[in-house]
């Protein structure tokens, strides 16, 4: 089935993270980074159509010598975003890096609502690289490569932890727990949070709104087909609609060895049963790793992009392939989203472009296999047919 899709260009805009506050309300951030390049760092709210056509409502320029950002999450019921944002090097120097911000739109503004420090890495080029908000919006994750926090949103109690083997590169939460994807293993979290007796009132039960931060479970990588290469864990997601239900993105790291032809680094999509943590399916997704992923609200499909610039869409349930989109952007996606109503999927990269693709409703339906099956049968009838005819001099 083909689809619409259409390329916007955001000239002097690269692009780094974004999220939806609404179906057709998308923020984008972007911008040139710390580095002294003249290309300021931003936030920008647009408005997108069902022509998939996007309006400029809002921009909020950052300050001076602060980074670009980096990672985003959404709340749409409270019209707030979350951001991975570096403050200057300065700052960060003397342990004053805000890095974890939060900002409110209001009447269309973009504006400041509230700012913590997180990470506690004194390396410069360290980042706030996930920010993940739970389904209810009660919780929020921000990561850095080995700074973990969980706070409470939108109040921002904190508790923390360092992650000391592998770097971190994604985090998804269910209803009871959250899961820290690992370049070498999953850590599973839960949300459970101890109560203690409060001395004035005999007997009543209070909750701690802090959690404690603790692994209840630990799952390593599985083997890839074929074997001899090895991989790291790049994204994660549950599904939406089933929790049981959970998807990994792993991008293979062959061996390297002196004189020997190159091997591709091949990228994987694995789905998990929660119930058992075993990979009940996997399918390889080309021959260049995938760089970012996401899953529809809905449940239905998959999205991944790669470093060959391509975009994908999988059935979520079988993980077949429904699209692909070649060269999306000259450079590799940095952003990949679908809105809430998943009726629109856009992607975004550091060559200051973004793509608005839709999506049909029906797309990967059984019901459109069975039709072109039905149609692909009817011809094949009607050729044999006039063949016949051809061979007895009929016609």
């Given at each position: 089935m083909r689809t619409r899709h259409v390329a916007h260009a955001v000239p002097a805009f690269p692009v780094y993270s974004s999220a939806f506050l609404g179906p057709y309300d998308l923020v984008l951030g972007g911008g040139g980074g710390a580095s002294r390049s003249g290309i300021k760092n931003k936030l920008r709210l647009y408005r997108l159509d069902e022509i998939l056509q996007m309006k400029l409502i809002d921009e909020l320029e950052l300050e001076r010598g602060e980074d670009a950002p980096m990672s985003m999450a959404a709340w749409a019921d409270g019209a707030m975003i979350v951001c991975g944002i570096n403050s200057p090097e300065d700052k960060m120097g003397k342990g004053e890096n805000q890095n974890c911000r939060v900002f409110e739109v209001?009447?269309?503004?973009?504006?400041?609502?509230?700012?913590?420090?997180?990470?506690?890495?004194?390396?410069?080029?360290?980042?706030?690289?996930?920010?993940?908000?739970?389904?209810?919006?009660?919780?929020?994750?921000?990561?850095?490569t080995h700074d973990l926090a969980l706070l409470t949103f939108p109040g921002l109690e904190v508790a923390t932890t360092r992650i000391e083997q592998g770097e971190i590169y994604d985090i998804a939460f269910d209803a009871s727990s959250f899961i820290v994807a690992t370049t070498i293993n999953?850590?599973?979290?839960?949300?459970?949070?101890?109560?203690?007796?409060?001395?004035?009132?005999?007997?009543?039960?209070?909750?701690?709104?802090?959690?404690?931060?603790?692994?209840?479970?630990?799952?390593?990588?599985?083997?890839?087909?074929?074997g001899g290469a090895e991989g790291s864990f790049r994204a994660a997601r549950f599904n939406p609609t089933n929790p049981r239900i959970f998807y990994t993105i792993i991008n293979s790291t062959p061996p390297r060895k002196r004189g020997a032809k190159s091997v591709p680094r091949r990228s994987y999509i694995a789905r998990w049963n929660t119930e058992t943590w075993k990979v009940d399916r996997m399918r390889k997704l080309g021959d260049k790793g995938v760089t970012v992923f996401d899953v529809s609200p809905n449940g239905k499909w998959i999205a991944y992009g790669s470093s060959d610039c391509t975009i994908g869409l999988l059935d979520a349930q079988t993980l077949a392939p429904l699209l692909s989109i070649l060269k999306s952007h000259e450079f590799p996606p940095t952003v990949l989203r679908f809105n809430p109503s998943s009726s629109l999927l856009v992607s975004g990269s550091a060559d200051s472009t973004v793509r608005i693709i839709s999506i049909p409703s029906e797309l990967g339906d059984a019901s459109w296999g069975t039709y072109y099956a039905i149609l692909m049968a009817v011809f094949i009838i009607l050729f044999a047919i006039a063949v016949q005819l051809v061979i007895n001099g009929t016609i």
């Amino acid at each position: 089935m083909r689809t619409r899709h259409v390329a916007h260009a955001v000239p002097a805009f690269p692009v780094y993270s974004s999220a939806f506050l609404g179906p057709y309300d998308l923020v984008l951030g972007g911008g040139g980074g710390a580095s002294r390049s003249g290309i300021k760092n931003k936030l920008r709210l647009y408005r997108l159509d069902e022509i998939l056509q996007m309006k400029l409502i809002d921009e909020l320029e950052l300050e001076r010598g602060e980074d670009a950002p980096m990672s985003m999450a959404a709340w749409a019921d409270g019209a707030m975003i979350v951001c991975g944002i570096n403050s200057p090097e300065d700052k960060m120097g003397k342990g004053e890096n805000q890095n974890c911000r939060v900002f409110e739109v209001n009447d269309n503004k973009l504006a400041l609502l509230s700012s913590i420090s997180t990470l506690k890495s004194n390396d410069l080029e360290d980042y706030q690289r996930v920010t993940v908000l739970s389904p209810d919006a009660n919780y929020l994750a921000v990561a850095g490569t080995h700074d973990l926090a969980l706070l409470t949103f939108p109040g921002l109690e904190v508790a923390t932890t360092r992650i000391e083997q592998g770097e971190i590169y994604d985090i998804a939460f269910d209803a009871s727990s959250f899961i820290v994807a690992t370049t070498i293993n999953l850590l599973v979290y839960s949300l459970a949070q101890p109560e203690k007796t409060d001395s004035s009132e005999k007997g009543k039960q209070k909750q701690d709104p802090h959690v404690n931060l603790e692994v209840v479970r630990t799952i390593q990588r599985p083997k890839l087909p074929g074997g001899g290469a090895e991989g790291s864990f790049r994204a994660a997601r549950f599904n939406p609609t089933n929790p049981r239900i959970f998807y990994t993105i792993i991008n293979s790291t062959p061996p390297r060895k002196r004189g020997a032809k190159s091997v591709p680094r091949r990228s994987y999509i694995a789905r998990w049963n929660t119930e058992t943590w075993k990979v009940d399916r996997m399918r390889k997704l080309g021959d260049k790793g995938v760089t970012v992923f996401d899953v529809s609200p809905n449940g239905k499909w998959i999205a991944y992009g790669s470093s060959d610039c391509t975009i994908g869409l999988l059935d979520a349930q079988t993980l077949a392939p429904l699209l692909s989109i070649l060269k999306s952007h000259e450079f590799p996606p940095t952003v990949l989203r679908f809105n809430p109503s998943s009726s629109l999927l856009v992607s975004g990269s550091a060559d200051s472009t973004v793509r608005i693709i839709s999506i049909p409703s029906e797309l990967g339906d059984a019901s459109w296999g069975t039709y072109y099956a039905i149609l692909m049968a009817v011809f094949i009838i009607l050729f044999a047919i006039a063949v016949q005819l051809v061979i007895n001099g009929t016609i």
